[in-house]
């Protein structure tokens, strides 16, 4: 070996030696932003502050009253910013809520449902941790033998790979398009707003229940949480930066209300919005349609009431039986397959004079 190319290797070896592990390197996903939360969260104050004053032009955000509305089978919340009676800006984010089984399918769990109620945000948090709910258990191989010069499996045993309460690294989920892809979860883009919700019928209140990011963005439009209302990242960290822009972190200075509600039939300009009864609570669809017009629903031809919300119903069963059958087997949710949950139906296909 020549003096020179003993050099080169010995400071490759110098080199590899001095890099960082690929378990110490920083993981990057193109999930997240590639910049510095910090910094960006500070540049993007100004540009915040003026898209919560909206029309408002003359008004500071702390001068405003904020507002967060989740109408829970509808998966979309909606922040309101307000100066008295004017509305200066709103902004409309679709959400997951919890779930209503305790694993979509058999035993019921409402502890896991998002709480209807009223209440307050309490913090914003930069970055929390998501731990394992239960305990992981996955079949993997214990035994091959050779078959045909190749190893095949023989022997298969569930093992423990995730215990109660163990912060998650990592998650298995899709790209948009439907393809798995595992994700490293980088906490510190995983931002959350505390809420603090006086269910309906209890006297105390409830923290437990957050809105944050989500790194499974095929379950928005789903109920699929353990309580939690779930964002996806980007859009987290928009609605982050709206709520009390000039606060980094921290307790909530500024009050901004919250209500969460459970509508499964709303109005919509000249249409109804009927939503899938996801928490099975019953509802009468047909006295519902008919309460949202008051005395003129009176009017509303009983027949074709009967044949939209039968029509509805139908859709919604098998809809929401096939996205609780990919929740709990992790496979891929389409938007198209979330569209079934909800059932549009113009006003004038109601019968009577209701304008």
Known sequence: MNFKRGVALTSLLVSLLAAPSS??????????????????YDEQVTENSQAVAGRCKDVLPGQL????????????LHLENRRGDELCSSYSFPVRVGRHWEKHFGKVKRAMETPVGEGVLVDKKWSGVFRYFDNVWKMKCVEYEKQKGK????????????????????????????????VPIEYKWMHSLGMKIYPE??????TRCVI???????????????????????????????????????EISQQVSLRIEYKVVERDGDALLLHADIYDRKEDYGALIRSEFGAVGEDLDPA?????????????????????????????ITREEVAQLHYRVPIVELGGDLF
């Open 23 to 40: 378990a110490d390197r920083p993981k990057h996903h193109p999930l997240y932003p590639q910049r510095d939360p910090v910094i960006a």
């Open 65 to 76: 009253e904020q507002s967060i509305h989740l109408n829970i089978p509808n998966f979309t």
């Open 151 to 182: 190893s095949v499996c023989v022997s298969r045993r569930k093992v423990l790979v995730h215990r109660k309460d163990e912060i998650i690294r990592e998650t298995s989920t899709f790209t948009d398009s439907g393809q798995p892809m595992t």
């Open 201 to 206: 019928g209890k006297s105390d209140y409830t």
């Open 212 to 250: 944050h990011a989500t790194t499974d963005s095929h379950t928005v439009g789903n109920a699929a949480s353990h309580c939690c209302v779930g964002l996806r990242i980007d859009d987290m960290l928009k609605l982050y930066g709206l709520v009390s822009p000039e606060q980094q972190r921290g």
């Open 304 to 332: 074709r009431v009967d044949a939209v919300v039968n029509a509805a119903k139908l859709q919604f069963d098998a809809a929401y039986k096939n996205v609780r059958r990919k929740l709990l087997q992790d496979r891929f």
